[in-house]
Nanobody
Framework: QVQFVESGGGLVQPGGSLRLSCAAS????????MAWYRQAPGKQREYVAA???????NYIDSVKGRFTISRDNDRNTVFLQMNNLKVEDTAVYYC????????????WGQGTQVTVSS
């Protein structure tokens, strides 16, 4: 099973930017759609964005125009560029196979904390 290590989170002021990385332990070529998810305090994990092997992307409405997802299959890494961050983006961010969904009760990485606060 491919495992993921998320990184790049931190504390940023509203309007700031962060770039998250998701490094896979093996090849992601066999994963058609890779996704980022997030879980805010007291809330369920939710889907944020996904990118397919053909570079087609999808976003939830609240991040459209602010977040950009990409993948580097040669480096087995998925990225999430987050601009114009808002307080409501505060959450732990995870990556995983989109087909598993946010309620997958199997493997998740440790995630990376993103805190947006003034």
């Amino acid at each position: 099973q491919v495992q993921f290590v998320e990184s790049g989170g931190g504390l940023v002021q509203p309007g700031g930017s962060l770039r998250l990385s998701c490094a896979a332990s093996g090849s992601i070529l066999g994963i058609f759609s890779m996704a980022w998810y997030r879980q805010a305090p007291g809330k369920q994990r939710e889907y944020v964005a996904a990118v397919t092997t053909t570079r087609k992307t999808n976003y939830i409405d609240s991040v459209k125009g602010r977040f950009t997802i990409s993948r580097d299959n040669d480096r087995n890494t998925v990225f999430l560029q987050m601009n114009n961050l808002k307080v409501e983006d505060t959450a732990v961010y995870y990556c995983n196979d989109r087909s598993l969904g946010p309620n997958h009760d199997g493997y998740w990485g440790q995630g990376t904390q993103v805190t947006v606060s003034s």
